[in-house]
Nanobody, 120 residues
Framework: QVQLVESGGGLVQPGGSLRLSCAAS????????MGWYRQAPGKQRELVAA???????NYADSVKGRFTISRDNAKNTIYLQVNSLKPEDTAVYFC??????????????WGQGTQVTVSS
């Protein structure tokens, strides 16, 4: 079993910054792709950013230049630095990781979500 614990969300004014974290633990042999998604009220969940095990990142057009995804493979942790926040960034942010367990099973897991609210 694999557990994901997210942290770092909150209420911030437009133009502000936050750093989201997601730590994975449990029966983990390796973690391949990791990513952050978000879901705003009444909207579908969308990919914000993703990063490969080797560190290659890609971003949604709406966040390019403002958000930075990174990972610490030794800690099985993924981060999302979010800068220059806009009201339209308000959403619940979820981490997603693709795990190979010690039994060599492979599947993805979701974090519980952390609320980011951008408002003055």
């Amino acid at each position: 079993q694999v557990q994901l614990v997210e942290s770092g969300g909150g209420l911030v004014q437009p133009g502000g910054s936050l750093r989201l974290s997601c730590a994975a633990s449990g029966s983990i042999f390796s973690i391949n792709d990791m990513g952050w998604y978000r879901q705003a009220p009444g909207k579908q969940r969308e990919l914000v950013a993703a990063i490969t095990r080797g560190g290659i990142a890609n971003y949604a057009d709406s966040v390019k230049g403002r958000f930075t995804i990174s990972r610490d493979n030794a800690k099985n942790t993924i981060y999302l630095q979010v800068n220059s926040l806009k009201p339209e960034d308000t959403a619940v942010y979820f981490c997603n990781v693709f795990v190979t367990t010690y039994t060599l099973a492979q599947r993805d897991y979701w974090g519980q979500g952390t609320q980011v609210t951008v408002s003055s």
